[in-house]
């Protein structure tokens, strides 16, 4: 793809959910496989994935391109205001209670891009619209649980590492989730 490409931002609706999971499950597949072995990415898997809350709480974003006329959507991902750091509706420990801006950090949550349309600045988009509506909502500090992959991002866009957090998956494997914070 040599073209240049507009990329827009929206907040993500209930309908988008179908298109939403199936660029996860594309993104996970395909951009891990750099970092991560075909058993590491399955352990990773157990504790990524859909958040439901995000999208009810609008606080998810969906990036679009269009294509031949067509509308694609290239990147998703957002900022949470609930305690949850990281995983899915699955993912076993959330705490989906709200986070209060004066004690505790937003989340940069789910971020995904699809394999065609990596290395083009839409993880920084994602980034900026995240930190940004949380700046507004009053938070002064912002957390993220990072895969491995996504840590060269993180770190280049200012987020410091505080606490790994390694797990056993039902594959044996495992499966690690590297904290990080950064002063809005």
């Known amino acids: 793809m040599s073209e240049t ?6 907040v993500a609706t209930e309908e988008d959910i179908p ?4 660029l996860m499950k594309a993104s ?3 951009n891990m496989k750099a970092f991560l072995s075909a058993e590491e990415i399955a352990a990773a898997q157990e504790s990524m994935g859909l958040d439901r809350s995000l999208i009810n ?7 679009e391109t269009d294509v031949d006329g067509a509308t694609v959507m290239a990147a998703c991902g957002g900022w949470g205001k609930r305690r949850t750091l990281y995983g899915g509706d699955q993912t076993a420990g959330r705490d989906d209670s709200l986070a209060d801006p004066a004690i505790h950090a937003a989340r940069i949550r ?4 699809h394999p065609g349309w990596t290395r083009r600045g839409i993880g920084s988009l994602l980034l900026d619209l995240g930190e940004g509506a949380a700046r507004e909502a009053g938070f002064k500090t912002i957390e993220l649980g ?3 992959p996504g840590y060269p991002l993180y770190l280049a866009r200012g987020y410091e590492p505080y606490h790994t957090e390694e797990q056993v998956a039902s594959n044996g494997q495992v499966k690690t989730v590297i904290h990080m914070r950064k002063t809005l």
């Open 5 to 10: 490409f507009v990329f827009r931002h929206r």
């Open 19 to 22: 298109a939403i999971v199936d």
């Open 28 to 30: 996970i597949a395909e």
């Open 57 to 63: 709480d609008g606080t998810y974003f969906v990036i």
């Open 110 to 113: 789910a971020m995904y891009t």
């Open 146 to 148: 990072s895969t491995v």
